[in-house]
């Protein structure tokens, strides 16, 4: 019989023990990986639950009512994460999204949203906050959110057929709760809002061009991802990809568009505009056009391990860590020595034959996209 469970760590919460050097150093933002890459960017899970069952994130046959989702006092606390991103700032973390699961779900998230607002960077700049949502429970939370301190907002929407987008969350969820949570959004205040599209040939390619053509011109940035091979449960394969530039040319017949520079060295989105001034696209392309050589990304899970990629199969333990007694100044120097030591570029490498399609990899929905 086929083993069913598939777990979203693969240590049982008992990840690597992170190195803390014998002679301790100031913290600083001076700190690089085995590959000439800064630490500038940190992704946080606040929960490892979602109300949706994407089929590339937590497929229904995986993660049903029985599946032994965290208990409440392996998270950390809200407390813990402000710790932890007040010392990631102190070593040049000068953006912070916070991810789930549905990250809306974790109770009074404003709160933490709140306490992580005060946090300054090495430059006494406030943290770039921000947020990645379904959007599903957004109407009720974007004025609570806003009035916190939270800066933008992703919404994830795989497209505007009622039927293929209710195909794709499995929960019967409807297109319609998800643009009025945009539309929340906006009557709140924020400007600068992303929707970001899971591309999957076959399944949703179709949308392509009606997301461009509800979105163009409505001030909001839609981004087209193409399907990843993150985790073990979703069933990746290749011929499900449809190549970013693939979609851009299916765009670019119908409303011409042409390529814009980056915002920042790392920015994981390819920037494009429509020539005609009415907005912007992006494109993420991890499977056919890697970044791994400028990543500056860590990710915090729900339960407080370190990982140093989005295709890794371990972390570090920086839970224990907090709940030791270890001063920030050591946490500072682990986090360090964690990321001196990086050489992560899964993407460059993926379908060599050094990479074995058997590698379990941790779930998206533990340690966020």
Not at 15 to 27: A, D, H, K, M, R
Not at 30 to 48: A, W
Not at 225 to 246: A, C, K, T
């Amino acid at each position: 019989m086929v083993e069913k469970v598939i777990p979203i760590r693969l240590d049982e919460g008992r990840g690597l023990t992170p190195s803390i050097p014998g002679q301790l150093v100031t913290p600083n933002a001076l700190t690089k990986d085995t590959r000439g890459r800064p630490l500038r960017d940190l992704r946080i899970s606040v929960t490892d639950r979602c109300n949706f069952r994407c089929t590339y994130c937590m497929p229904k046959e995986i993660f049903d009512k029985n599946y032994p989702y965290l208990s409440h006092n392996e998270l950390l606390s809200f407390e813990e994460i402000t710790r932890l991103t007040t010392i990631f700032a102190s070593l040049g973390v000068e953006k912070i999204r916070l991810t789930g699961g549905e990250p809306l779900l974790r109770k009074n998230l404003e709160v933490l949203i709140e306490m992580l607002a005060k946090i300054r960077t090495t430059t006494d700049q406030a943290l770039d906050l921000t947020l990645t949502t379904n959007g599903s429970i957004l109407r009720k939370k974007a004025v609570a959110l806003k009035a916190a301190g939270l800066q933008r907002l992703t919404i994830s929407l795989d497209g505007l057929n009622d039927e293929i987008f209710k195909k794709m969350n499995d929960v019967d969820f409807p297109v319609t709760d998800v643009l009025d949570g945009i539309a929340a959004a906006q009557e709140a205040g924020f400007t600068n809002l992303k929707v970001n599209m899971v591309v999957k040939k076959g399944t949703n390619d179709q949308e392509i061009i009606g997301m461009a053509k509800h979105f163009k011109g409505s001030g909001v940035t839609l981004r087209f991802i193409e399907f990843m091979d993150v985790g073990s449960s979703n069933g990746w394969d290749m011929s499900q990809v449809l190549p970013s530039q693939e979609v851009a040319n299916r765009i670019n017949a119908i409303f011409p568009i042409e390529p814009i520079e980056a915002n920042y060295p790392g920015e994981v989105a390819q920037r494009w505009r429509y020539v005609d001034g009415s907005g912007e696209i992006g494109f993420i392309s991890s499977v056919t056009q890697t970044f791994c050589h400028e990543c500056t990304r860590a990710r915090i899970s729900t339960d407080g391990q370190l990982y140093l990629c989005l295709f890794a199969n371990e972390g570090f333990d920086f839970k224990t860590l907090l709940r030791s007694g270890r001063s920030d100044l050591e946490i500072a120097n682990a986090i360090m020595s964690t990321w001196s030591g990086r050489n992560d570029h899964y993407s460059e490498i993926r379908g060599s034959n050094t990479v074995a399609t058997s590698i379990r990899k941790v779930e998206m929905s533990y340690i966020g996209g």
